[in-house]
């Protein structure tokens, strides 16, 4: 396969020779889309599965507007690209939008440009004459790609990560989980009680993984003070309690929103994945 910084150079390069000496000098000054591809590619912390099928998706971008300052691509150029699209079906149509969403972000993030252009763009509907159905798009359970990447983006918050690993191994509810306090944790036995629909009482039991997951988050991060077994802390007034949904909800979206492949992925679907390796 040929690598990304070989498909950008030659796209430059084709573009820069046909220009005159003045030209070139200019165009030199000029931030490119591929030059920040490039960039948004090379960031630490992409496994390669991913780096893969971003340079895979944005290389028909490229090879049409790579050479092109990335101030002057604008929502119509965007958006006409994407119609182009169309013969795609509609699930991998959203894949090419995510990433370019992302790409556009990582600009703006990095001072390229002031601001996205298609942020808030809609996505594209399915087209019924094609046998596509919106049931198509609901992710039921995480592939294994997309724990990789939700792990490691939520590594070093180790609250996130033992709810996340708990809900994942467990497959109990989130308001099961957060409701728990410290003192119903058997850790010893790694398993705990929670009280499910219809008032039904039910173990939960964990594996290794979750449990240094959870070791971890008790031994850093836990505020000590309180019964809860998830606490938060308020951060004006510094008031310790549990967590809420809410709150471990936008820290889910902060995060998820930066990785295409976990675009419409909820916590819930947490559960679907534990019971599909039952």
């Known amino acids: 396969?040929?690598?990304?910084?070989?498909?950008?150079?030659?796209?430059?390069?084709?573009?820069?020779?046909?220009?005159?000496?003045?030209?070139?000098?200019?165009v030199n000054k000029v931030v490119t889309l591929a030059t920040v591809a490039v960039k948004f590619l090379e960031r630490p912390g992409?496994?390669?599965?991913?780096?893969?099928t971003y340079e895979l998706t944005l290389s028909t971008l490229l090879s049409e507007y790579g050479s092109w300052s990335i101030e002057i691509l604008s929502k119509q150029t965007l958006v006409e690209y994407l119609k182009s699209l169309g013969h795609l079906k509609y699930t991998t149509h959203h894949k090419h939008q995510a990433?370019?969403?992302?790409?556009?972000?990582?600009?703006?993030e990095q001072g390229y440009?002031?601001?996205?252009?298609?942020?808030?763009?809609?996505?594209?509907?399915?087209?019924?004459?094609?046998?596509?159905?919106?049931?198509?798009?609901?992710?039921?359970?995480?592939?294994?790609?997309?724990?990789?990447?939700?792990?490691?983006?939520?590594?070093?918050?180790?609250?996130?990560?033992a709810i996340i690993?708990?809900?994942?191994?467990?497959?109990?509810?989130?308001?099961?989980?957060?409701?728990?306090?410290?003192?119903?944790?058997?850790?010893k036995n790694q398993k705990f009680q929670v009280l499910g629909k219809g008032n039904k009482q039910r173990w939960c039991f964990y594996s290794d993984d979750a449990a240094n997951a959870l070791a971890k988050y008790l031994k850093y991060t836990r505020h000590q003070q309180h019964r809860a077994l998830f606490t938060a802390q308020h951060p004006v007034t510094l008031k310790v309690s549990r967590i809420s949904y809410h709150t471990l909800h936008e820290n889910w979206r902060k995060i998820t929103n930066k990785h295409p492949q976990l675009n419409c992925v909820r916590i819930h679907n947490l559960r679907h994945t534990f019971k599909a390796i039952l």
């Open 165 to 187: 690993s708990l809900l994942h191994r467990t497959g109990c509810r989130i308001g099961e989980l957060l409701a728990l306090n410290l003192e119903d944790i058997d850790i």
């Open 113 to 161: 440009i002031k601001f996205n252009p298609i942020h808030g763009l809609k996505q594209r509907l399915p087209d019924r004459e094609k046998g596509e159905h919106l049931s198509d798009d609901k992710i039921k359970y995480l592939t294994t790609e997309q724990l990789d990447i939700l792990y490691s983006s939520f590594d070093s918050d180790y609250r996130t990560a």
């Open 99 to 108: 990433i370019l969403q992302s790409l556009l972000n990582f600009a703006v």
């Open 46 to 52: 992409l496994a390669p599965t991913t780096r893969r």
């Open 1 to 26: 396969m040929i690598s990304y910084q070989y498909l950008f150079k030659k796209i430059y390069n084709l573009f820069i020779n046909n220009l005159d000496v003045n030209t070139q000098i200019q």
